[in-house]
């Protein structure tokens, strides 16, 4: 007895593999989007970073159009982020170095050049550490045969106390008064009488604490009346104080 052979059945032929287009180019923009935005932050190494971010945006926009569409479309937000990561973070560094600047100059400014108020004659400035000057109202002298500067055709003679409110002595050496005179908006030179009526003028001394120290000292000045102004700092690079008034 004979069977019936069973059909043999040949499998279905298999579709060939397609390679991935442009994987590789999706890949590398998603690399470089990560590098991208881990480094925006770092000052130093964002310029490099957004160079590779945009490098990476290139790659992935020419990798859309491959077959790794959603890992290409990754890596060109990354990329873009980081682009945009970067240029916020170097924006927000330059305000920060502006406003360390400008703080730095205001900071200097008061100390060297602003006069912190402008008193008159028989007023009185204190600076913080506690040291004030008064200046009397000038009075008229009359300088003698051998004053210097050579005619003078008016001189006036300011009183000037020094009081310290200090914890500490204070040389009065290191007043600087004089060099700053002015009158009528040009310098006033001082006059140096010793024999004469305007006197010899200021010398150092040493004021202790809650002590006062006085002394005189005249100007040069126009034959009319005008405005006069002299400005004392008690020391190198402090305040300034200037005393304005009729003279």
């Not at 045969?145 to 020094?162: D, E, G, M």
């Not at 007043?175 to 310098?187: H, I, P, R, V, Y």
Request: charged share 15%; proline share 6%; glycine share 10%.
């Amino acid at each position: 007895m004979t069977f019936p052979t069973q059909p043999v059945y040949a499998p279905p032929p298999v579709a060939p593999h397609k390679p991935a287009r442009f994987g590789a180019l999706a890949w590398t923009a998603l690399i470089l989007g990560i590098v991208g935005v881990v480094g925006s932050p770092i000052i130093i190494f964002n310029n490099l970073t957004a160079i590779a971010a945009f490098v990476g945006l290139v790659l992935g926009v020419i990798a859309l159009f491959g077959t790794r569409k959603i890992l290409a479309a990754v890596g060109v937000v990354l990329c873009v982020a980081a682009i945009a990561f970067t240029v916020v973070a170097q924006k927000a560094a330059v305000e920060e170095l502006d406003k360390i600047l400008n703080e730095g100059q205001a900071g200097d400014t008061p100390k060297q050049e602003a006069l912190v108020q402008s008193p008159t004659w028989g007023e009185r400035h204190t600076w913080a550490n506690g040291l004030s000057v008064d200046v009397e109202a000038p009075v008229a002298c009359t300088p003698g045969q051998y004053a210097s500067p050579q005619n003078i055709a008016r001189a006036v003679k300011f009183k000037v106390t020094i009081t310290n409110g200090t914890g500490a002595a204070f040389e009065t050496a290191l007043l600087s008064m004089g060099d700053d005179a002015q009158f009528n908006g040009q310098k006033a030179e001082r006059v140096f009488d010793t024999g004469g009526g305007c006197g010899g003028g200021f010398e150092s001394a040493t004021v202790l604490p809650g002590k006062t120290y006085t002394y005189e000292a005249a100007y040069s000045v126009g034959a009319q009346p005008g405005e006069m102004q002299l400005v004392f700092e008690p020391t190198f690079n402090s305040d300034k104080a200037a005393f304005v008034g009729k003279a």
